[in-house]
């Protein structure tokens, strides 16, 4: 256990984590680390909404870590995450860890033990990779339905990673349910104060579709062309990322980029319920009204919430 306490600061996508997070650590002297999978990732900017570097009021960590083609996992985030709780403490610093990878922040925070060198040289990860290249993820998931129903039915069909996971797991003789059940019960090995921010469903669909606008009127298009010629359609995650998949299709010309458009909002609601529904099952979280975070007056609220809570 360490002191002071790492805040992480959760909830769904466009809900306002990284305007409050900046705006705490102001206040407290902290640096943030970031816990989303796709902002590992250099060059994937605008999709993944990573703050611009001219905003960044406090430093930043856990961004642009690799380049698209290259594996990553929760497994190295975990190592990562707690080398800077470490090396943020010792430069005297309050450390924030905030994202929506709710699986990120568990295995940064809990005593979550992962299998050794299971990113490199895997077979049965390469096989039932390239069973999903050439077959698509939803019959992947049915080839995981037929073998582990139990966890085929806590992992959505276009989640390839995860189902290409279960298979890895079932190859060791665990089964992806079990074993998300059993992460359910982890004490903790990092302590931590939990902050959650919720914000009214109708409203939260008028913030992703009002952000997924501006990430278009900023360029996402031009930022995929770009990585395209750098490895994205090689790696094993980012080619998956919402915002990036559709944009993709559009270049390739299977769907127009207004259908591509629509579907990265449509998409980004259900990503957006996933993380709702994953958050709310931790109840060391203190939710915080952040319906009005955009306002000035009900910001600097939210600002004094969330520090009563930090330091009662």
Not at 50 to 55: D, I, L, T, Y
Not at 76 to 93: K, V
Not at 216 to 240: C, F, H, K, N
Request: with cysteine.
């Amino acid at each position: 256990m360490r002191c002071p306490p790492v805040v992480c600061i959760v909830g769904p996508t466009a809900s306002g984590k990284s305007d409050l997070a900046q705006d705490l650590a102001e206040a407290l002297g902290g640096e943030i680390v970031s816990a989303d999978a796709m902002q590992v990732y250099r060059g994937m900017d605008i999709g993944t909404g990573k703050v611009p570097c001219a905003e960044r009021r406090v430093p930043h960590l856990g961004l642009d870590l690799i380049d698209p083609g290259e594996p990553y996992s929760a497994a190295l985030f975990q190592t990562y995450a707690r080398t800077c709780f470490d090396e943020i403490e010792e430069r005297g610093h309050r450390a924030f860890l905030v994202g929506g990878t709710g699986f990120y922040v568990r295995a940064a925070i809990d005593a979550y033990d992962f299998p050794a060198g299971e990113q490199e040289n895997n077979p049965v990860r390469e096989r039932w990779q390239r069973f999903a290249d050439v077959h698509g993820g939803d019959a992947l998931w049915e080839e995981l339905r037929a073998c582990d129903p139990r966890s085929a039915e806590v992992i959505h069909p276009h989640e390839v990673k995860r189902v290409v996971r279960a298979f890895e797991l079932l190859a060791e003789g665990e089964s992806y349910a079990r074993q998300r059940e059993r992460l359910q019960q982890l004490p903790q090995a990092v302590e931590a104060v939990f902050i959650g921010l919720a914000v009214d469903p109708s409203l939260l669909r008028e913030r992703i579709e009002a952000r997924v606008d501006a990430m278009m009127a900023a360029g996402l298009v031009a930022e995929v062309e770009s990585l395209l010629d750098r490895g994205l359609r090689e790696g094993i995650t980012a080619p998956q990322a919402i915002g990036y998949k559709e944009i993709v299709a559009a270049l390739d010309g299977r769907i127009a980029l207004e259908e591509a458009v629509e579907a990265i909002k449509v998409a980004t609601r259900r990503y957006a319920k996933r993380q709702r529904t994953w958050f709310r099952k931790d109840e060391r979280i203190h939710w915080l009204d952040a319906d009005a975070i955009t306002e000035n007056a009900a910001r600097k609220k939210l600002v004094s919430d969330a520090l009563a809570i930090i330091e009662p």
